[in-house]
Each structure stands twice: as structure tokens, then as C-alpha cells.
């Protein structure tokens, strides 16, 4: 079985600073790697995926994050943050072998002030 | 021109009620999903199905029943509500290569009284 440890609920940050969510992961299986946004009142989006090759992932509205196989992480960063940013996000990890079923963090709320 | 809709966005209802929400998706995708997500914000997958079949069933009670009548809809019916029942049901699809990007709908919101 697969599981999602998101350390931090809360990230308070300013913005145009820096931003790093924390995400690991505990699996006996290979395992492939997502980070999702929920914005207040919406559904999740997909920020970013980790399947294979380049550790380093780059996803969308200027966020990246970097497997870790040794340290079983996959940490969600920006380097410049904006009020927009502000949301839910959500570390997510399936089995490398079956297709549909994803397994959720319990989210990190990411607050943005100006 | 939403990709994946549900209906209602909100359902407010007693206790014991029988209650449906329903979900389409527009992107022609063949599988779809129902999360819950709790007020502390876990969300787990309850069903999946592809093609009209389902595939994931978690350990969810049997008040709660799927419905796919084809591609394109995944309408959720849950009988004789209870007070854990209250959370946010989030409908999801994907398509065949490319299953690893669901697209999410902007959840109903159950309140069970």
C-alpha cells in the first residue's frame, strides 16, 4: 500500500517570496508522483507529474518539484510567489502498476500576503 | 463550457433521506471517478469507472451506489443519509493514455442534518 505524508497544513509566505511544500512518501512498490491545486470553491487541477526520467519536474504557473527516491520525497517549490498562489495543494502518489487509483496527502494550505 | 460538471453544488438534507448527484464530463474522456473529501480535507477515491464498468470499488457501505448510464455521465446515489455522510464528493475523469491527469469537478458540498 502507498501513503502520503504533507507535513506542513499551513504555509504562510509573502509575496514574490520563495515557497517549498513539503511531500514524502512511504511505498514498497515503484510509484509515480503528482502535485494538485485546489483554489477556493473549485475543483483540483494538475500541477505537475513525476513518471519517469528527469527527477526534476517543471509544471504549470512556474512551479517545480524534485523526486527523491533515497529520501522518498517529492517537494513542491516556486521562487517567487504571488497572491494568486493562494490555494490547496495536494500531494498525490499511485503504484507504478495500476492505473487509476491515486492516493492524496492531506493537503497544505498555502497562504500568500502582500 | 465546463469540462466536468456536477450537480447540485450544494445539497442540504436530513438524516435518512436518499439523496443523487450527478456528473458529466465534456472531454469525451472514458473514465471517471468519485472522490470524497472530509472537512479536514482528505480526499479518497470511492469508485472508478471505465466505459461504463467499474473498475475501483473502496471500501465504501453499500448505501452508496454508482451509476454510469454512459461515457459521459457518473451520477452518485446514496440511500438512507447519515451524518458522516456530510463532506465535499468530487466527480473526476481520464482518458485512456493519458489516465495519470484527472480533470475535477467543482464538488457538491453535502450537508446532512
Known amino acids: 500500500a502507498q501513503s502520503v505524508t504533507q507535513l506542513d497544513s499551513q504555509v504562510p509566505v509573502f509575496e514574490e517570496a520563495p515557497v517549498e511544500l513539503r511531500c514524502n512518501y512511504s511505498?514498497?512498490?515503484?510509484?509515480?508522483l503528482f502535485w494538485y491545486v485546489q483554489y477556493p470553491n473549485q475543483g483540483l487541477q494538475l500541477l505537475l507529474k513525476?513518471?519517469?526520467?528527469?527527477?526534476l519536474v517543471k509544471g504549470i504557473n512556474g512551479f517545480e518539484a524534485e523526486f527523491n527516491k533515497s529520501q522518498t520525497s517529492f517537494h513542491l517549490r516556486k521562487p517567487s510567489v504571488h497572491i494568486s498562489d493562494t490555494a490547496e495543494y495536494f500531494c498525490?502518489?499511485?503504484?507504478?502498476?495500476?492505473?487509476?487509483?491515486?492516493?492524496f496527502g492531506t493537503g497544505t494550505r498555502l497562504q500568500v500576503f502582500p | 463550457d465546463t469540462a466536468v460538471s456536477q450537480t447540485p453544488k450544494y445539497l442540504v438534507t436530513q438524516m435518512g433521506n436518499d439523496k443523487s448527484i450527478k456528473c458529466e464530463q465534456n472531454?469525451?474522456?472514458?473514465?471517471m471517478y468519485w472522490y470524497k473529501q472530509d472537512s479536514k480535507k482528505f480526499l479518497k477515491i470511492m469508485f472508478s469507472y471505465n466505459n461504463k464498468e467499474l473498475i475501483i470499488n473502496e471500501t465504501v457501505p453499500n448505501r452508496f451506489s454508482p451509476k454510469s448510464p454512459d461515457k459521459a455521465h457518473l451520477n452518485l446515489h446514496i440511500n438512507s443519509l447519515e451524518l458522516g455522510d456530510s463532506a465535499v464528493y468530487f466527480c473526476?475523469?481520464?482518458?485512456?493514455?493519458?489516465?495519470?491527469?484527472?480533470?475535477f469537478g467543482p464538488g457538491t458540498r453535502l450537508t446532512v442534518l
Open positions: 498525490a502518489v499511485r503504484a507504478s502498476y495500476n492505473t487509476d487509483k491515486l492516493i
Open positions: 511505498s514498497s512498490v515503484s510509484v509515480y
Open positions: 513525476y513518471l519517469s526520467g528527469s527527477t
Open positions: 472531454l469525451g474522456h472514458d473514465t
Open positions: 473526476a475523469s481520464s482518458q485512456v493514455g493519458n489516465r495519470d491527469t484527472q480533470y
